[in-house]
């Protein structure tokens, strides 16, 4: 799992640090619309919903903002714009698998500012298929540990149905199962953990390593790719070591 877990790492570092909220809430709002468009305004019946508010408030996205984008789903709402589900497979520097998931209005719009940065970071846009057979959907339930001792949450996680675990410092990532996403997550705040995000995830079957040269060029182009506004997750199957993602992530 590290290739996801270290990405994630340089995500969530850099993110407290750039504190991009505008750019956050919008990617947030897309997908609460999205959610609630496919499956209903109650976040009690709809999983995805469910995940999406949940991610919004571990964001600190105001509740109006919420409420807003599910508005949207059901045409009641301002600028409620019909968005799909895209999803583009390419190479990066060194022939590292890159998977982006995005939400659009415009496919010829969206599909042109991809493929932009992949050409102008050492990459190249690939077919449909040429790389998702390298990923395999996993949930992964983000648990801030706070004084609580690491093995004894891992313990309580693979007790919950984890399938795997990753510590980045204070934050034990658990992987688990799509069905048993939900599970795990309501075992850990019933044990009195708190959950800092649950979401739906790919991960990578088989890593591949880079010197730190093109390793960075790959990183940089992730950014780039995240930056875009219609981009919703990047994913890769990177692995970095824990010096140069300390590096990157400053």
Do not use: C
């Not at 309580?156 to 410092?169: E, L, P, R």
């Not at 009195?192 to 890593?207: C, D, F, Q, S």
């Amino acid at each position: 799992m590290s290739g996801h877990s270290k990405w994630a790492q340089i995500k969530r570092q850099k993110g407290a640090n750039d504190a991009k909220r505008g750019q956050i809430f919008t990617k947030l709002a897309r997908e609460i619309t999205v959610a609630a468009r496919q499956g209903g305004g109650d976040p009690e019946t709809n999983f995805r919903l469910r995940l999406a508010m949940q991610r919004a408030r571990s964001e600190n996205m105001p509740q109006e903002n919420i409420q807003r984008a599910i508005a949207r789903a059901t045409g009641s709402g301002d600028g409620a714009a019909q968005l799909e589900e895209v999803t583009y497979e390419g190479y990066g520097p060194g022939g590292v698998a890159i998977f982006v998931e995005a939400l659009t209005d415009n496919r010829h719009r969206t599909v042109a500012e991809v493929r932009n940065v992949f050409t102008r970071n050492g990459g190249s846009l690939g077919e449909n298929g040429s790389v998702a057979w390298q990923f395999e959907p996993r949930g992964i339930v983000a648990v801030n540990l706070n004084s609580h001792d690491p093995d004894d949450v891992t313990l309580q996680a693979i007790d919950a149905g984890a399938t795997d675990v990753n510590q980045d410092g204070k934050v034990l990532e658990i992987y688990t199962n799509l069905e048993e996403l939900e599970q795990v997550r309501r075992k850990m705040e019933d044990a009195g953990l708190e959950v800092e995000t649950a979401e739906r995830t790919i991960v990578p079957k088989t890593m591949v390593t880079l010197d730190d040269q093109r390793s960075t060029q790959v990183v940089r182009l992730l950014e780039r790719l995240e930056d875009l506004d219609d981009v919703q997750n990047v994913n890769t199957n990177l692995d970095l070591s824990e010096e140069l993602v300390a590096e990157l992530a400053s």
